[in-house]
C-alpha cells in the first residue's frame, strides 16, 4: 500500500520568504509527527497530531512554524521569515495508534534549503 | 526518556551476524527499548522494539539486559543494503508519543 509522501521533495527558498510543507499520511492513521534532521544529525522532533489537534507542539523552535491538520489526515507544516538555519530536512511519521506501540513510519522527506 | 549510548561507528562483512551495542543505564521501568534505521536519503524505518524479553522478527533480534541496562540488537546475517544509520531510542510507555534519536551508529556492511 501507499507509504508517507511528502511535498516537494526539495524546497529552495530565499532568507524571509514563507514555505509550506505538505504529509501525506497512510490513510487511516490517526497519529502524525514532524521531525527536523540537520545534516549528520539525528531526526529532532516538532510536533506531534492525535486525529486534528497538537497534541504535542514542544518541538517547535519559535513562533515562525506553524502546523495544522484541519481534517485530521493531510498536515501542512508552515514556516514564517525563513533563515539559514532552517535548512533541513523535515521528515513526517504518522502511526496508527499513539502511544508506545504505534510503530511510526516515516516520510521520504523535503529537504528545505534557505539561501 | 532515558539517554542511550551507542558507538558512533562500526564495520561488519557481508553475510556474518551484526551485533550492535546500546547502552540505557537510566532506564525506567516504564520505558521501551526501540530500534530504527535510517537508510542514506531515506526516513527511519522501523526494526524491532522490546521491554524485558528479547525479541525477533524477520529483520532482526533484539536482546536486553537482565537489568536493562543494554541491549543488543542483531542483524543475523547483514547485506550491503543493511549499510545505515541505526538508532536505539528509549522511549516513554504511557505519556510520550515522540521518537527521541541520538546520533545513532554508521554501519557499514563491507563485502
Known amino acids: 500500500g501507499a507509504g508517507v509522501s511528502q511535498t516537494p521533495s526539495n524546497k529552495v527558498t530565499e532568507k524571509g520568504k514563507y514555505v509550506e510543507l505538505r504529509c501525506d499520511p497512510i490513510s487511516g492513521h490517526t497519529a502524525l509527527y514532524w521531525y527536523r534532521q540537520s545534516l549528520g544529525q539525528g531526526p529532532e522532533f516538532l510536533i506531534y497530531?492525535?486525529?486534528?489537534?497538537?497534541?504535542?507542539d514542544s518541538g517547535l523552535p519559535n513562533d515562525r512554524f506553524f502546523a495544522v491538520r484541519p481534517e485530521g489526515s493531510v498536515s501542512t507544516l508552515k514556516i514564517q521569515r525563513t533563515e539559514r538555519g532552517d535548512s533541513a530536512v523535515y521528515l513526517c511519521a504518522s502511526s496508527l495508534e499513539s502511544g508506545v506501540l504505534g510503530e511510526q513510519f516515516f516520510g521520504p522527506g523535503t529537504r528545505l534549503t534557505v539561501l | 526518556d532515558a539517554k542511550t549510548t551507542q558507538p558512533t561507528s562500526m564495520d561488519c562483512a557481508e553475510g556474518r551476524a551484526a551485533n550492535l551495542p546500546c547502552n540505557h543505564s537510566?532506564?525506567?521501568?516504564?520505558?521501551?527499548v526501540y530500534w530504527y534505521r535510517q537508510i542514506h536519503s531515506q526516513g527511519p524505518q522501523y526494526i524491532i522494539h522490546?521491554?524485558?524479553n528479547n525479541e525477533t522478527n524477520e529483520m532482526a533480534s533484539l536482546i536486553i539486559t537482565e537489568d536493562r541496562k543494554s541491549s543488543t540488537l542483531i542483524l543475523p546475517h547483514a547485506t550491503l543494503r543493511d549499510t545505515a544509520v541505526y538508532y536505539c531510542i528509549v522511549r516513554v510507555g504511557a505519556a510520550g508519543n515522540k521518537l527521541t534519536f541520538g546520533g545513532g551508529t554508521r554501519v557499514l556492511v563491507k563485502p
Open positions: 537510566t532506564i525506567s521501568g516504564n520505558e521501551y
Open positions: 497530531f492525535q486525529g486534528t489537534g497538537a497534541a504535542d
Open positions: 522490546g521491554l524485558k
